[in-house]
Protein backbone atom coordinates (compact mmCIF):
# COMPACT_ATOMS: atom_id res chain seq x y z
CA UNK A 1 0.00 0.00 0.00
CA UNK A 2 2.51 2.34 1.12
CA UNK A 3 4.55 1.67 -2.08
CA UNK A 4 1.59 2.32 -4.27
CA UNK A 5 1.19 5.42 -2.70
CA UNK A 6 4.91 6.61 -3.58
CA UNK A 7 3.85 5.37 -7.34
CA UNK A 8 1.19 8.06 -6.98
CA UNK A 9 2.93 10.41 -5.64
CA UNK A 10 5.52 10.16 -7.88
CA UNK A 11 3.31 9.91 -11.07
CA UNK A 12 1.75 13.32 -9.31
CA UNK A 13 5.40 15.27 -9.04
CA UNK A 14 5.95 13.78 -12.96
CA UNK A 15 3.01 15.18 -14.05
CA UNK A 16 3.05 18.56 -12.85
CA UNK A 17 6.74 19.05 -14.52
CA UNK A 18 5.96 17.39 -17.52
CA UNK A 19 2.24 18.12 -18.68
CA UNK A 20 3.24 21.59 -20.17
CA UNK A 21 5.91 19.84 -22.55
CA UNK A 22 3.68 17.20 -23.20
CA UNK A 23 0.84 19.36 -24.07
CA UNK A 24 3.09 22.27 -25.85
CA UNK A 25 4.72 19.30 -28.25
CA UNK A 26 1.06 17.80 -28.89
CA UNK A 27 -0.56 21.05 -30.03
CA UNK A 28 2.33 21.27 -32.17
CA UNK A 29 1.52 18.10 -33.83
CA UNK A 30 -2.54 18.40 -33.52
CA UNK A 31 -3.00 21.90 -33.89
CA UNK A 32 -5.58 21.85 -31.14
CA UNK A 33 -5.17 22.62 -27.88
CA UNK A 34 -8.13 20.22 -26.63
CA UNK A 35 -7.27 17.33 -28.64
CA UNK A 36 -3.52 17.91 -27.18
CA UNK A 37 -4.78 18.03 -23.58
CA UNK A 38 -7.03 14.87 -23.73
CA UNK A 39 -3.99 12.83 -25.52
CA UNK A 40 -1.97 13.91 -22.26
CA UNK A 41 -4.22 12.93 -20.18
CA UNK A 42 -4.79 9.53 -21.83
CA UNK A 43 -1.08 9.08 -21.23
CA UNK A 44 -1.72 9.87 -17.84
CA UNK A 45 -4.68 7.41 -17.30
CA UNK A 46 -1.88 5.29 -18.62
CA UNK A 47 0.60 5.75 -16.66
CA UNK A 48 -1.79 5.43 -13.43
CA UNK A 49 -2.45 1.79 -14.62
CA UNK A 50 0.79 0.74 -15.77
CA UNK A 51 3.43 2.22 -13.09
CA UNK A 52 2.13 0.92 -10.13
CA UNK A 53 2.86 -2.37 -11.31
CA UNK A 54 5.89 -2.20 -13.18
CA UNK A 55 7.63 0.73 -11.28
CA UNK A 56 8.18 4.17 -12.43
CA UNK A 57 10.28 4.43 -15.13
CA UNK A 58 14.06 6.13 -15.21
CA UNK A 59 12.82 8.84 -17.68
CA UNK A 60 9.11 8.96 -16.75
CA UNK A 61 8.87 11.86 -18.78
CA UNK A 62 10.32 10.44 -22.03
CA UNK A 63 7.62 7.38 -21.26
CA UNK A 64 4.65 9.89 -20.80
CA UNK A 65 5.98 11.47 -24.22
CA UNK A 66 6.03 8.31 -26.45
CA UNK A 67 2.68 6.86 -25.07
CA UNK A 68 0.77 10.12 -25.73
CA UNK A 69 2.65 10.36 -29.38
CA UNK A 70 1.50 6.77 -30.30
CA UNK A 71 -2.10 7.39 -29.12
CA UNK A 72 -1.70 10.56 -31.41
CA UNK A 73 -0.90 8.20 -34.05
CA UNK A 74 -3.63 5.54 -33.69
CA UNK A 75 -6.11 8.90 -33.90
CA UNK A 76 -4.64 9.74 -36.86
CA UNK A 77 -4.71 6.54 -38.62
CA UNK A 78 -8.12 5.84 -36.85
CA UNK A 79 -9.40 8.75 -39.18
CA UNK A 80 -7.55 8.46 -42.23
CA UNK A 81 -5.56 11.50 -41.77
CA UNK A 82 -1.63 10.25 -40.88
CA UNK A 83 -0.16 11.05 -43.87
CA UNK A 84 -1.75 14.73 -44.20
CA UNK A 85 -0.34 15.03 -40.71
CA UNK A 86 3.08 13.53 -40.67
CA UNK A 87 4.03 15.74 -44.17
CA UNK A 88 4.08 18.38 -41.58
CA UNK A 89 6.70 16.60 -40.05
CA UNK A 90 8.54 15.49 -43.14
CA UNK A 91 7.23 12.06 -42.43
CA UNK A 92 4.55 9.97 -44.23
CA UNK A 93 3.00 7.11 -42.31
CA UNK A 94 2.35 3.99 -44.75
CA UNK A 95 0.48 1.16 -42.95
CA UNK A 96 3.05 -1.10 -44.66
CA UNK A 97 5.74 0.52 -42.99
CA UNK A 98 7.81 -2.34 -40.79
CA UNK A 99 8.15 0.26 -37.59
CA UNK A 100 5.77 2.98 -38.54
CA UNK A 101 5.00 4.41 -35.08
CA UNK A 102 8.41 4.36 -33.78
CA UNK A 103 9.43 5.96 -36.61
CA UNK A 104 6.43 8.77 -36.06
CA UNK A 105 7.68 9.56 -32.70
CA UNK A 106 11.19 9.79 -33.93
CA UNK A 107 9.53 12.28 -36.85
CA UNK A 108 7.73 14.29 -34.24
CA UNK A 109 10.57 14.66 -31.62
CA UNK A 110 11.54 18.65 -31.87
CA UNK A 111 12.95 20.97 -29.64
CA UNK A 112 10.83 20.78 -26.31
CA UNK A 113 11.81 24.82 -25.74
CA UNK A 114 10.18 26.01 -29.02
CA UNK A 115 7.37 23.99 -28.45
CA UNK A 116 6.98 25.66 -24.81
CA UNK A 117 7.55 29.27 -26.33
CA UNK A 118 5.04 28.77 -28.73
CA UNK A 119 2.28 27.40 -26.06
CA UNK A 120 2.87 30.50 -24.01
CA UNK A 121 2.41 32.98 -26.98
CA UNK A 122 -0.62 31.35 -27.89
CA UNK A 123 -2.31 30.88 -24.34
CA UNK A 124 -1.16 34.77 -23.69
CA UNK A 125 -2.86 35.74 -27.36
CA UNK A 126 -4.04 39.83 -27.16
CA UNK A 127 -7.66 37.98 -29.15
CA UNK A 128 -8.41 36.88 -25.57
CA UNK A 129 -9.71 38.61 -23.04
CA UNK A 130 -7.01 39.60 -20.00
CA UNK A 131 -8.46 36.91 -17.62
CA UNK A 132 -8.84 34.26 -20.37
CA UNK A 133 -5.47 34.33 -20.87
CA UNK A 134 -4.29 33.82 -17.09
CA UNK A 135 -6.98 31.25 -17.00
CA UNK A 136 -5.74 29.27 -19.94
CA UNK A 137 -1.82 29.92 -19.16
CA UNK A 138 -2.41 28.21 -15.24
CA UNK A 139 -4.39 25.69 -17.00
CA UNK A 140 -1.99 24.68 -19.61
CA UNK A 141 1.64 26.16 -18.10
CA UNK A 142 1.25 26.23 -14.87
CA UNK A 143 -0.50 22.81 -14.44
CA UNK A 144 -2.92 24.05 -12.31
CA UNK A 145 -6.37 22.37 -12.05
CA UNK A 146 -9.47 24.08 -12.81
CA UNK A 147 -10.25 24.14 -9.05
CA UNK A 148 -7.13 25.36 -8.31
CA UNK A 149 -7.61 28.64 -10.49
CA UNK A 150 -10.69 29.19 -9.53
CA UNK A 151 -9.54 28.95 -5.68
CA UNK A 152 -6.98 30.88 -6.61
CA UNK A 153 -8.84 33.92 -7.50
CA UNK A 154 -12.16 33.42 -5.49
CA UNK A 155 -14.70 32.85 -8.97
CA UNK A 156 -16.57 30.24 -9.15
CA UNK A 157 -15.04 26.67 -10.68
CA UNK A 158 -17.81 27.04 -13.61
CA UNK A 159 -16.67 30.44 -14.59
CA UNK A 160 -13.39 29.76 -14.52
CA UNK A 161 -14.09 26.53 -16.76
CA UNK A 162 -16.44 28.44 -19.10
CA UNK A 163 -13.27 30.66 -19.74
CA UNK A 164 -10.67 28.14 -20.71
CA UNK A 165 -13.20 26.81 -23.09
CA UNK A 166 -14.07 30.32 -24.80
CA UNK A 167 -10.60 30.80 -24.99
CA UNK A 168 -9.37 27.28 -26.69
CA UNK A 169 -12.84 27.84 -29.20
CA UNK A 170 -11.38 31.37 -29.64
CA UNK A 171 -8.04 30.17 -30.55
CA UNK A 172 -9.48 27.49 -32.65
CA UNK A 173 -12.06 29.52 -34.47
CA UNK A 174 -9.73 32.34 -35.20
CA UNK A 175 -7.16 29.75 -36.61
CA UNK A 176 -3.96 31.34 -34.79
CA UNK A 177 -1.10 29.63 -35.99
CA UNK A 178 0.89 27.57 -32.95
CA UNK A 179 4.12 29.67 -33.41
CA UNK A 180 6.21 32.86 -32.20
CA UNK A 181 5.41 35.39 -34.28
CA UNK A 182 8.28 37.88 -35.52
CA UNK A 183 8.93 41.42 -35.49
CA UNK A 184 6.43 43.94 -34.51
CA UNK A 185 3.89 41.01 -33.98
CA UNK A 186 6.31 39.39 -31.51
CA UNK A 187 6.95 42.24 -29.33
CA UNK A 188 2.96 42.93 -29.18
CA UNK A 189 2.57 39.63 -27.81
CA UNK A 190 5.43 39.59 -25.87
CA UNK A 191 4.49 42.19 -23.89
CA UNK A 192 1.17 40.51 -23.39
CA UNK A 193 2.41 37.33 -22.20
CA UNK A 194 4.45 39.37 -19.74
CA UNK A 195 1.39 40.81 -18.77
CA UNK A 196 -0.47 37.75 -17.91
CA UNK A 197 2.38 36.33 -15.56
CA UNK A 198 2.72 39.68 -13.61
CA UNK A 199 -1.14 39.75 -13.26
CA UNK A 200 -0.44 36.16 -12.21
CA UNK A 201 2.02 37.18 -9.74
CA UNK A 202 0.60 40.50 -8.84
CA UNK A 203 -2.47 38.21 -7.92
CA UNK A 204 -0.58 36.08 -5.45
CA UNK A 205 1.37 38.75 -3.84
CA UNK A 206 -0.85 40.83 -2.80
CA UNK A 207 -4.85 38.91 -2.87
CA UNK A 208 -7.27 41.20 -4.10
CA UNK A 209 -9.80 39.18 -1.80
CA UNK A 210 -10.00 36.46 0.91
CA UNK A 211 -8.84 35.67 4.05
CA UNK A 212 -5.30 35.35 3.00
CA UNK A 213 -3.00 38.40 2.23
CA UNK A 214 -0.64 36.44 0.10
CA UNK A 215 -1.07 32.72 -2.17
CA UNK A 216 2.73 31.61 -2.78
CA UNK A 217 1.42 29.27 -5.47
CA UNK A 218 0.87 32.02 -8.12
CA UNK A 219 3.61 33.97 -7.60
CA UNK A 220 5.80 30.51 -7.63
CA UNK A 221 3.89 29.51 -11.18
CA UNK A 222 4.78 32.94 -12.75
CA UNK A 223 8.28 33.05 -11.49
CA UNK A 224 8.41 29.18 -13.09
CA UNK A 225 7.06 30.37 -16.31
CA UNK A 226 8.92 33.90 -16.81
CA UNK A 227 12.44 31.47 -16.08
CA UNK A 228 11.36 29.34 -18.81
CA UNK A 229 10.28 32.21 -21.31
CA UNK A 230 14.04 33.97 -19.65
CA UNK A 231 15.73 30.32 -20.99
CA UNK A 232 14.16 30.93 -24.52
CA UNK A 233 14.32 34.33 -25.21
CA UNK A 234 17.88 35.18 -23.77
CA UNK A 235 18.24 38.64 -25.42
CA UNK A 236 14.90 39.94 -24.47
CA UNK A 237 15.65 42.64 -21.66
CA UNK A 238 11.56 42.86 -20.54
CA UNK A 239 11.61 39.28 -20.04
CA UNK A 240 15.14 39.37 -17.42
CA UNK A 241 14.00 42.33 -16.16
CA UNK A 242 10.17 41.25 -15.06
CA UNK A 243 11.85 37.94 -13.58
CA UNK A 244 13.85 40.02 -11.78
CA UNK A 245 11.18 42.20 -10.14
CA UNK A 246 9.64 39.19 -9.22
CA UNK A 247 12.36 36.95 -7.69
CA UNK A 248 13.03 40.53 -6.04
CA UNK A 249 9.67 40.82 -4.49
CA UNK A 250 8.90 37.44 -3.64
CA UNK A 251 12.18 37.03 -1.56
CA UNK A 252 10.37 38.98 0.78
CA UNK A 253 7.11 36.30 1.24
CA UNK A 254 8.37 34.55 4.31
CA UNK A 255 8.91 37.79 6.86
CA UNK A 256 5.12 39.46 4.90
CA UNK A 257 3.23 37.97 7.64
CA UNK A 258 3.13 37.61 10.91
CA UNK A 259 2.19 33.87 12.10
CA UNK A 260 -1.49 34.51 13.20
CA UNK A 261 -1.87 35.76 9.03
CA UNK A 262 -1.67 39.95 10.15
CA UNK A 263 0.44 41.79 7.50
CA UNK A 264 4.09 43.02 8.61
CA UNK A 265 4.87 46.40 6.66
CA UNK A 266 7.81 46.73 4.84
CA UNK A 267 9.79 48.48 7.25
CA UNK A 268 8.72 46.24 10.18
CA UNK A 269 10.31 43.26 8.29
CA UNK A 270 12.51 41.08 10.04
CA UNK A 271 15.24 40.77 7.41
CA UNK A 272 16.41 37.93 8.23
CA UNK A 273 14.14 35.58 6.75
CA UNK A 274 14.05 37.53 3.28
CA UNK A 275 15.57 34.15 0.80
CA UNK A 276 18.81 35.44 0.01
CA UNK A 277 19.21 33.14 -2.84
CA UNK A 278 16.05 34.59 -4.69
CA UNK A 279 17.73 37.98 -3.93
CA UNK A 280 21.15 36.25 -5.77
CA UNK A 281 18.86 34.97 -8.85
CA UNK A 282 16.88 38.50 -8.68
CA UNK A 283 20.20 40.86 -9.22
CA UNK A 284 21.68 38.64 -11.31
CA UNK A 285 18.71 38.88 -13.79
CA UNK A 286 18.28 42.63 -13.55
CA UNK A 287 21.85 42.96 -14.36
CA UNK A 288 20.99 40.95 -17.52
CA UNK A 289 18.73 43.47 -18.33
CA UNK A 290 20.88 46.42 -18.07
CA UNK A 291 23.70 44.80 -19.91
CA UNK A 292 21.22 43.98 -22.57
CA UNK A 293 20.33 47.72 -22.58
CA UNK A 294 17.39 47.96 -21.03
CA UNK A 295 17.91 50.07 -17.52
CA UNK A 296 15.02 52.34 -18.44
CA UNK A 297 12.12 50.05 -19.36
CA UNK A 298 9.53 50.30 -16.90
CA UNK A 299 9.84 46.49 -15.53
CA UNK A 300 13.85 46.90 -14.97
CA UNK A 301 13.10 50.34 -13.20
CA UNK A 302 10.75 48.50 -10.40
CA UNK A 303 13.01 45.87 -10.14
CA UNK A 304 15.67 47.81 -9.63
CA UNK A 305 13.42 49.81 -7.05
CA UNK A 306 12.85 46.32 -5.34
CA UNK A 307 16.75 45.60 -5.16
CA UNK A 308 17.71 48.81 -3.16
CA UNK A 309 15.57 47.48 -0.33
CA UNK A 310 16.75 43.92 -1.00
CA UNK A 311 20.37 45.66 -0.57
CA UNK A 312 19.79 47.23 2.28
CA UNK A 313 19.92 44.80 5.30
CA UNK A 314 18.27 47.23 8.09
CA UNK A 315 15.64 49.53 6.99
CA UNK A 316 17.45 52.70 8.34
CA UNK A 317 20.01 51.80 5.42
CA UNK A 318 17.39 51.55 2.61
CA UNK A 319 18.76 54.79 -0.09
CA UNK A 320 14.98 56.84 -0.13
CA UNK A 321 16.20 59.15 -2.09
CA UNK A 322 17.19 57.08 -5.00
CA UNK A 323 14.05 55.21 -5.31
CA UNK A 324 12.06 58.42 -5.12
CA UNK A 325 14.48 59.29 -7.96
CA UNK A 326 14.14 56.11 -9.56
CA UNK A 327 9.75 56.23 -9.05
CA UNK A 328 10.30 59.95 -10.85
CA UNK A 329 11.86 58.05 -14.29
CA UNK A 330 9.29 55.53 -14.10
CA UNK A 331 6.54 57.83 -14.13
CA UNK A 332 8.23 59.85 -16.93
CA UNK A 333 8.45 56.27 -18.88
CA UNK A 334 5.10 54.74 -18.37
CA UNK A 335 3.20 57.53 -16.11
CA UNK A 336 -0.05 56.54 -13.80
CA UNK A 337 -1.45 57.39 -11.19
CA UNK A 338 -0.54 54.45 -9.20
CA UNK A 339 3.28 54.88 -10.27
CA UNK A 340 2.70 58.63 -8.83
CA UNK A 341 1.16 57.14 -5.80
CA UNK A 342 4.36 55.11 -5.06
CA UNK A 343 6.32 57.87 -5.76
CA UNK A 344 4.77 59.74 -3.09
CA UNK A 345 5.67 56.83 -0.35
CA UNK A 346 9.15 57.31 -1.33
CA UNK A 347 9.23 60.93 -0.95
CA UNK A 348 7.87 61.05 2.29
CA UNK A 349 10.71 58.50 3.54
CA UNK A 350 13.33 60.74 1.76
CA UNK A 351 11.50 64.13 2.70
CA UNK A 352 8.64 63.23 5.28
CA UNK A 353 5.12 63.52 5.21
CA UNK A 354 4.07 66.85 4.20
CA UNK A 355 6.80 66.93 1.40
CA UNK A 356 4.36 63.91 0.33
CA UNK A 357 0.83 64.82 0.80
CA UNK A 358 0.83 67.36 -1.98
CA UNK A 359 1.62 64.62 -4.61
CA UNK A 360 -0.96 62.65 -2.84
CA UNK A 361 -3.44 65.30 -3.18
CA UNK A 362 -2.56 66.04 -7.11
CA UNK A 363 -3.94 62.74 -7.81
CA UNK A 364 -6.59 62.39 -5.45
CA UNK A 365 -9.36 62.81 -7.61
CA UNK A 366 -7.89 60.27 -10.35
CA UNK A 367 -10.79 57.94 -11.76
CA UNK A 368 -8.40 55.14 -11.78
CA UNK A 369 -7.75 55.37 -8.04
CA UNK A 370 -11.20 56.11 -7.02
CA UNK A 371 -12.05 52.91 -5.38
CA UNK A 372 -8.41 52.16 -4.83
CA UNK A 373 -8.16 51.26 -0.86
CA UNK A 374 -4.14 52.15 -0.76
CA UNK A 375 -4.65 55.58 -1.85
CA UNK A 376 -6.55 56.37 1.06
CA UNK A 377 -4.70 54.09 3.08
CA UNK A 378 -1.29 55.95 2.03
CA UNK A 379 -2.61 59.52 2.83
CA UNK A 380 -4.02 58.27 6.11
CA UNK A 381 -0.28 57.03 7.38
CA UNK A 382 0.96 60.73 5.54
CA UNK A 383 -2.06 62.42 7.52
CA UNK A 384 -1.05 60.70 10.91
CA UNK A 385 2.42 61.67 10.74
CA UNK A 386 1.04 64.80 10.75
CA UNK A 387 -0.69 64.79 13.55
CA UNK A 388 -3.90 65.13 11.66
CA UNK A 389 -5.41 61.93 13.28
CA UNK A 390 -9.15 62.87 12.81
CA UNK A 391 -8.16 63.60 9.31
CA UNK A 392 -6.32 60.19 9.16
CA UNK A 393 -8.99 58.23 10.75
CA UNK A 394 -11.65 58.43 8.05
CA UNK A 395 -8.94 57.68 5.43
CA UNK A 396 -8.33 54.56 7.03
CA UNK A 397 -12.09 53.80 7.40
CA UNK A 398 -12.34 54.14 4.01
CA UNK A 399 -9.92 52.46 2.64
CA UNK A 400 -11.10 49.17 5.13
CA UNK A 401 -14.63 49.69 3.46
CA UNK A 402 -12.72 49.27 -0.11
CA UNK A 403 -10.58 46.52 0.25
CA UNK A 404 -11.88 43.12 -0.15
CA UNK A 405 -8.81 41.43 1.53
CA UNK A 406 -9.91 40.00 5.21
CA UNK A 407 -6.34 40.87 6.26
CA UNK A 408 -5.77 44.62 5.02
CA UNK A 409 -9.45 45.37 6.24
CA UNK A 410 -8.59 43.76 9.94
CA UNK A 411 -5.61 46.26 9.79
CA UNK A 412 -6.80 49.12 8.22
CA UNK A 413 -9.31 49.02 11.02
CA UNK A 414 -7.05 49.14 13.41
CA UNK A 415 -5.17 51.86 12.08
CA UNK A 416 -8.28 53.66 12.39
CA UNK A 417 -8.47 52.69 16.03
CA UNK A 418 -5.23 54.21 16.68
CA UNK A 419 -6.46 57.91 16.02
CA UNK A 420 -10.28 57.87 17.22
Not at 130 to 149: D, F
Not at 213 to 226: G, M, N, T
Not at 327 to 353: C, D, K, Q, T
Not at 410 to 419: F, P, T, V
Request: glycine share 6%.
Amino acid sequence: MNSESETHRAITAVWKNEQPRLIASLTRMMRDISMAEELAQDALVTALRKWPETGVPSNPGAWLMQTAKRRAIDYFRHRKMAASKLEEVGRIIKDDAPDVQTAAIEALDDDVGDDLLRLIFTACHPILPAESRVALTLRLLGGLTTEEIARAFLAAEPTIGQRIVRAKRTIAEAGIPFEVPRGAARAERLSSVLGVLYLIFNEGYSATAGDDLIRPQLCDEAIRLCRILAQLSPQDTEVHALLALMELQASRTAARTAKDGAPVLLLEQDRTLWDRELIRHGLTALQQAVDLGGEDEPYALQAAIAACHARAERAEDTDWQRIAALYARLSAVAPSPVVELNRAVAVSMAEGPAAALPLIDAIRESPALKNYHLLYGVRGDLLSKLGRHTEATLEFRRAADLTRNAREKAYLIGRAGEGA
